[in-house]
């Protein structure tokens, strides 16, 4: 009891600091709470305007005007949002289409960019980019930028990159190496799909 007493007198003694004290924590966790739903709120909003594009994009031709607009939108509610980057991936995608490379490669530079400060939780997304970086250097004959990428880390997608660093041996006429990679890929696929395009590209390798 004496020991609960002199908590007591202390509080007593001491409660204007106890009460600003608990102010002061009040005042941070609720500034916490607001900016933590800001921040949702921001990433709710950029995402609606995403999903708004795409599920249009899926159904019609792609848009550019309309791509403008919500890339506009977007950076107006983040300039770093993740959506940026699924937004520039898809016109990369499309540029390559009309065969307009330059563009493609500017589009997958700013989105990986934009995916430099982003957690490891969207390494996938960074492993696409790259994926598809390396596929327009190698279309270009950029050959040595095409296997730099290729010399970082994949985990999502090795098998993706073991095909294309095949694809690289090919192009060099290094077909005792570029079986190698087709056969290390074919050995880690599951996809019957990907499995099929892997042997067939085995089967038209040349010695």
Same mark, same amino acid.
């Given at each position: 009891?004496?020991? =609960?007493?002199?908590?007591?007198?202390?509080?007593?003694?001491?409660?204007? !600091?106890?009460?600003?004290? =608990?102010?002061?924590?009040g005042?941070?966790?609720?500034?916490?709470?607001?900016?933590?739903?800001?921040?949702?709120?921001?990433?709710?909003?950029?995402?609606?305007?995403?999903l708004?594009?795409?599920?249009?994009?899926?159904?019609?031709?792609?848009? *550019?005007e *309309?791509?403008?607009?919500? $890339?506009?939108a $977007?950076?107006?509610?983040?300039?770093?949002?993740?959506?940026?980057?699924?937004?520039?991936?898809?016109?990369?995608? *499309?540029?390559?289409?009309?065969?307009? =490379?330059?563009?493609?490669?500017?589009?997958?530079?700013?989105?990986?960019?934009?995916?430099?400060?982003?957690?490891?939780?969207?390494?996938?997304?960074?492993? @696409?980019?790259?994926?598809?970086?390396?596929?327009?250097?190698?279309?270009?004959?950029?050959?040595?930028?095409? !296997?730099? @990428?290729?010399?970082?880390?994949?985990?999502?997608?090795?098998?993706?990159? =073991?095909?294309?660093?095949?694809?690289?041996?090919?192009? *060099?006429?290094?077909?005792?190496?570029?079986?190698?990679?087709?056969?290390?890929?074919?050995?880690?696929?599951?996809?019957?799909?990907?499995?099929?395009?892997?042997?067939l590209?085995?089967s038209?390798?040349?010695?």
């Amino acid at each position: 009891m004496d020991f =609960l007493n002199k908590i007591y007198a202390w509080i007593l003694k001491n409660y204007i !600091k106890v009460i600003s004290f =608990l102010l002061i924590i009040g005042l941070a966790y609720g500034a916490y709470l607001y900016y933590f739903f800001q921040a949702q709120k921001k990433d709710q909003d950029a995402g609606d305007l995403f999903l708004s594009f795409y599920n249009s994009y899926s159904v019609s031709d792609f848009d *550019e005007e *309309e791509y403008k607009i919500v $890339i506009d939108a $977007i950076s107006q509610i983040d300039g770093a949002s993740i959506y940026l980057a699924m937004l520039k991936s898809i016109n990369a995608a *499309e540029s390559v289409k009309v065969n307009d =490379l330059q563009k493609a490669l500017a589009e997958l530079l700013n989105a990986k960019e934009i995916l430099s400060s982003k957690s490891n939780n969207f390494n996938f997304l960074k492993e @696409i980019i790259d994926l598809r970086m390396v596929n327009i250097f190698i279309d270009l004959e950029d050959l040595e930028r095409a !296997k730099k @990428i290729l010399s970082n880390n994949f985990t999502t997608y090795q098998t993706n990159k =073991l095909i294309l660093q095949g694809d690289i041996f090919a192009t *060099e006429k290094k077909f005792k190496d570029a079986k190698k990679k087709y056969v290390d890929a074919l050995a880690r696929s599951e996809n019957e799909t990907q499995r099929n395009l892997i042997n067939l590209k085995i089967s038209t390798l040349t010695e």
